[in-house]
């Protein structure tokens, strides 16, 4: 069974900066994701990372804010959040595809076959 472990929530400023982690157990994984669910929402898509070409995509909502990164040698994943708004609030879960292929963007999280149990992101003065 694959353990995913995220790390690294907390209560920052708006402004600020996160950076959260996600440890997986086992194998190096080819597609890793950080989705995000708010209080009565559904989870969304944040970032994911591709480990072949190390190609990322982001949701249009933290582009240019967000950094999705891995480092293989540990099977981590990274997600730097820099200029956090209150409405990146949420419990961030690190989602991890074991099927070896996705189909278009990877943004479907139907598509990921692990979870962890979720790290809290609040962003308040």
């Known amino acids: 069974q694959v353990q995913v472990v995220e790390s690294g929530g907390g209560l920052v400023q708006p402004g600020g900066s996160l950076r959260l982690s996600c440890a997986s157990s086992g194998r190096t994984f080819g597609l890793m994701a950080w989705f995000r669910q708010a209080p009565g929402k559904e989870r969304e898509f944040v970032a994911r990372h591709l480990w072949s070409d190390s190609n990322s995509y982001y949701a249009d909502s933290v582009k240019g804010r967000f950094t999705i990164s891995r480092d293989n040698a540990k099977n981590t994943v990274y997600l730097q959040m820099n200029s956090l708004k209150p409405e990146d609030t949420a419990v961030y879960y690190c989602?991890?595809?074991?099927?070896?292929?996705?189909?278009?963007?990877?943004?479907?999280?139907?598509?990921?076959?692990?979870w962890g149990q979720g790290t809290q992101v609040t962003v308040s003065s």
């Open positions: 989602g991890i595809n074991n099927r070896g292929y996705y189909t278009g963007d990877g943004s479907d999280r139907r598509q990921y076959d692990y």
